[in-house]
């Protein structure tokens, strides 16, 4: 890099100008790969659902939330939200679940619909193909105990054991004796799951659904049975909903504040720094296009309180270069040749640099292990601008001062540097 | 300029500052948001009609009998923000249909409601945040200081870089309670995080000159006076303690006239931190160093 100042800095240009254009909110970046923007920029609805886990045994609290997830997920998606984010988190008997809609419309049916408790039953089937018809049986999710994923002792396939209570094992015995040979549908939420077909009569309550599983798919239909079969119910305890034209808004005004504070930045270093400044201004604008690039390709999604983050950071990425730029200020009044000056004060100002900036990236480390989802957002741009910042202002700004200052021609900067 | 010569000015002046601000969060206590306590926040516009805050306090009152709402007008988004207890979803939307019936042009911008347990848990979790925010950098204020040269011992480098994090945290919390108490500003989990952040760049501002001591005390040593080397110090990085934050003003700034209404408390808490971070680093933090040192005695 000391004898390549050139190709490097020209490598970390054309890689800025690529992420430019990837994450340009226009264009070809945005067909490739739209951003992710969370729902207080978008708007949508944050809700919060605290499952009652009582009744349920400790060994199927996992199972249950797992199943209750897949509900809701299904729930969801009928309304049509592109991917909602759904996310567990448990302490105890008491579970919460986390549902992230952005963009609906109509959020009280969605709440409505998820905050059913799932419902499972049983069926008949007569007839075949597309006469097929389901017919209603007394047989539903409460006279079930639980449902595990087990293995067939002689073949190791996975398979699916549901346990009835004393009740539904002798409506399961009379239902299986009436259908030997017939399958038997399965319902959760009025949706078909599974249609095993009855090998034999089954008198003490614990069915086998055997065939054809995966360990993934076997373990999915046992949550499913636990999610209708046991009493875990929900409540919502908690609402943010933002609406798309405040989100909107707030996404424009964050983006104008941002781009106002970086020119007010440019403009202070050009004109305290000069020429220094002026490099600073362009690492600026190169740090700026390569944050924005990681946070689109992790990705991130880009929360207000996240956005506001990164834009203090453009603020704190300068600061390395002012420290910089006040050392070789310092070097130069000694009396050392322009580029050894320009070394002596990137090496010396270094330390405090990287001290300095250490208490913000603890700060931000700790806000992002403890803390909800919305300041999570702010915590992780807040330490990624932050790392990349200290790339940039020792790398990029070194990069064009050791291209642009020899020793021959920095004559000229010398009366510039205050 | 010589500033550690009138610390005693910089001292009184930052212990009036921090004592109004201990007092204010003493008598005012902080309001928290429904975020924190539970509760409901509902903010919408109704554009088509000059409604005053009194008019939706009324409507709210009588006709949706919601006797606990309290009203706020927020001039920059011209909506209402209307404060209550927990409702149910159904509630929500009876008093989204009722509202929408008195007032056509009525827009929800935005609802929230928490119950009181998720918001003590969120609480909780803030208040750790914190304790751990300050343990993780009082651990680094450690390490970072752990070879000192005399007349400084290590300790004093980390109790004073402290003891500013705690002034430049204590005054914006202050004003935090200050506006609660008059403006009915409320403090959510972005007011917990702006001080957080003000911690950090606390530490920042104060590393910068201590290390400039640090150095210059090895290069001086015996042959300048301690209070000397502080004081040159501190004028030697005088320029880059305002510009580096002076930089970070001008973006908080621009995010406070241009930014987002919902920022505008968050943005607040750090620029008031952020111009009380430079003023503790130049006028607090290397003064108090002089004033614990053997040399220039007991004083203070």
């Known amino acids: 890099m000391r004898r390549h100042p050139g190709l490097f800095l020209s490598m970390i240009v054309i890689v800025a100008i690529a992420a430019g254009f990837f994450v340009y909110p226009k264009g070809i970046g945005t067909k490739w790969m739209p951003w992710k923007l969370g729902l207080d920029l978008v708007g949508g609805s944050h809700l919060v659902y605290q499952v009652d886990l009582s009744n349920v045994s400790s060994t199927d609290q996992s199972s249950v939330i797992a199943g209750l997830r897949d509900v809701i997920d299904k729930r969801v998606n009928l309304f049509g939200v592109s991917e909602p984010q759904i996310y567990t988190a448990q302490s105890g008997n008491q579970a919460q679940l986390i549902v992230e809609l952005a963009g609906v419309n109509n959020v009280s049916d969605a709440i409505n619909q998820i905050g059913q408790t799932p419902l499972l039953d049983f069926r008949e089937v007569q007839g075949t193909g597309s006469s097929t018809q389901y017919v209603y049986t007394n047989l539903t999710g409460e006279y079930i105990t639980g449902a595990q994923m087990t293995f067939e002792p002689t073949t190791n396939a996975p398979q699916v054991t549901v346990t009835f209570n004393k009740d539904g094992s002798q409506i399961f015995d009379e239902m299986t004796k009436a259908n030997v040979g017939k399958p038997l549908a399965i319902f959760l939420d009025n949706q078909l799951i599974e249609a095993p077909v009855v090998q034999e009569e089954i008198p003490d309550g614990k069915a086998v659904i055997s065939g054809g599983f995966t360990i993934a798919s076997a373990q999915q239909l046992a949550q499913r049975f636990n999610a209708g079969a046991l009493p875990a119910p929900i409540t919502l305890v908690s609402q943010q909903t933002i609406s798309p034209t405040l989100g909107t808004n707030s996404l424009k005004e964050v983006a104008f504040a941002g781009l106002i504070g970086t020119l007010l930045v440019m403009l202070f270093m050009i004109f305290y720094y000069r020429l220094f400044g002026l490099f600073a201004a362009l690492s600026l604008v190169i740090y700026i296009a390569l944050t924005l690039g990681i946070f689109k390709i992790i990705p991130i999604t880009l929360s207000l309180a996240g956005l506001a983050g990164f834009i203090l950071t453009i603020g704190m990425a300068v600061d390395a270069n002012v420290l910089i730029f006040e050392r070789i200020k310092e070097e130069f009044k000694r009396g050392l040749p322009h580029a050894s000056a320009v070394e002596e004060g990137f090496r010396r100002a270094w330390p405090s640099i990287r001290d300095s900036n250490m208490s913000t990236i603890i700060t931000a480390i700790i806000l992002y292990y403890f803390t909800s989802s919305f300041v999570r957002g702010f915590a992780l741009t807040l330490l990624i601008g932050v790392v990349v910042s200290l790339f940039s202002a020792i790398t990029t700004t070194r990069l064009f001062l050791r291209l642009f200052i020899k020793d021959k021609s920095a004559a000229s900067q010398n009366s510039n540097s205050k | ?300």
């Open chain 2, 1 to 300: 300029m010589n500033i550690v010569g009138h610390k005693k000015i910089w001292f009184a002046i930052s212990t009036i500052l921090v004592g109004i601000a201990l007092v204010s969060i003493g008598v005012f206590h902080f309001q928290e948001s429904a975020e924190f306590k539970g509760g409901t926040l509902w903010e919408f516009t109704v554009p088509a009609q000059s409604l005053s805050s009194a008019d939706v306090q009324s409507e709210f009152i009588n006709n949706l009998h919601i006797i606990d709402a309290q009203t706020n007008y927020d001039p920059t988004n011209h909506s209402f923000l209307v404060r209550f207890g927990t409702v149910t979803e159904a509630a929500h939307q009876a008093d989204l249909a009722a509202l929408t019936a008195a007032w056509p042009s009525f827009q929800e911008l935005s609802f929230q409601s928490i119950s009181s347990s998720v918001g003590a848990s969120l609480l909780q979790s803030s208040i750790i945040a914190i304790l751990l925010v300050i343990i993780g950098i009082s651990l680094y204020i450690a390490f970072a200081f752990r070879k000192a040269s005399r007349p400084v011992s290590s300790w004093k480098y980390g109790w004073i870089t402290l003891l500013t994090l705690f002034h430049d945290v204590a005054i914006p919390a202050g004003l935090l309670a200050i506006l609660g108490h008059y403006n009915n500003v409320q403090i959510d989990s972005n007011s917990i995080v702006a001080l957080l952040v003000v911690m950090g760049f606390s530490v920042h501002d104060t590393i910068v000159v201590f290390y400039r001591i640090r150095e210059n005390i090895i290069n001086h040593r015996g042959k300048t006076p301690f209070e000397t080397i502080v004081n040159d110090s501190v004028n030697q990085t005088i320029a880059r303690s305002i510009n580096t934050s002076f930089t970070l003003i001008l973006v908080l700034l621009a995010l406070y006239f241009m930014g987002p209404a919902d920022l505008k408390y968050f943005v607040l808490v750090l620029l008031v931190g952020v111009i009380t971070g430079i003023y503790s680093s130049i006028f607090i933090a290397s003064p108090a160093l002089v004033a614990i040192s053997p040399k220039e005695g007991i004083s203070k």
